[in-house]
Structures are given as structure tokens and as C-alpha cells.
């Protein structure tokens, strides 16, 4: 399986709304990691619209909690078909590529439109199996797997780490009586 940085982006941003949404992550730290993403694009993160996004973000976080995968496919589509979502071919950093959102559409429009449509590629071509909740106590954001054996349970190498810290201090504690 391979992914492209392309797909990536697309489908990262669509978790990134996701944990925005169900409140795991917060709206300066999503513009943190997506600030190239954005800024590419000649977006800053502009601060009015992260009701809105928050809203979509809940939206893409309940689906892909939606157990039934045909429920998932259903809400997705119908999340799909309420973007103003078409293909354009765009050279706006000098590579021809694929938006789903016109060049300099309003950011609160481009945002959602190219989440969406990137996690819908991504779903079709690789299902959602490896679009998971990061394990850490505490932590809970949405990441996509990108292990070769789809192994990964922590969104980052810090959530891992504390999980093992985490576990070697408990059972140090049981070990002293
Ligand atoms: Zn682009
Ligand atoms: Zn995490």
C-alpha cells in the first residue's frame, strides 16, 4: 500500500477537523499543522470561520464513528453532495494538480471542500480502517495509519511514549508493596 503526500494532505486535514470537532484538538494548535497546507493555498487559518469548521469536523468525526460501514458510506456521501465540490485543475504553485475548490474561494469553503473530497478518495481507495482514535489516555485525536503492517495506535510519538511511561510506572507501583 502506498500513499502519496497528495492523499495525505487531504485526508489529514479531514482528521484534523475531526478532532477539531470532537474537541481534541484545538483550533490554533489545527493551523499549526496545517499551516504549509494552508499557506500553500495562500490561506492563514482565518479565525471567524472555526464554528464552521467545528461543525463539519463533528460531522466527519461522528460518521467515521458510525460502526455500519454502509451508515459510514451513506452520511459521507450526503457530507459529500453538500460541498460545492468540483474537479479543477490547478498550476497555482507551478505543478499541475487536482482541487476540489475553486483557486481563492472563501477559506471556510475550501477548507471543508478539500477535506471532504480528499477523505472520499482516500475511503475509496484504501476503506477506512486505518482512519483511527489515538489510543493515548488523554488524548483521542483522529490520525491515519500509515504503518505497513497498520500497526500504529498513537496519533505521534509523544502519545506512545506516554502510554509506555505510563504503563512502566504502574507496574513499578504494583511491583512495591
Ligand atoms: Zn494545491
Ligand atoms: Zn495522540
Known sequence: MSFTDYDLNAVGMA???ASLGDGTLSY???VERQRDMFFEHGYRGEEHIQTRLAGIGRRIAGLLATPAEDDFLDALAILLAEQDCKPYLTRHDGVPHLHFARDA????EWVPTMAVAGLVLYVCRHGRS???R???AGCGRWFADTSRNSSRRYCEHACASRTTVAAFRARQAKKTP
Open 15 to 17: 482528521l484534523d477537523l
Open 28 to 30: 490554533p494548535d489545527l
Open 105 to 108: 474561494a472563501p477559506f471556510g
Open 130 to 132: 486505518r482512519l483511527r
Open 134 to 136: 489515538c489510543a493515548a
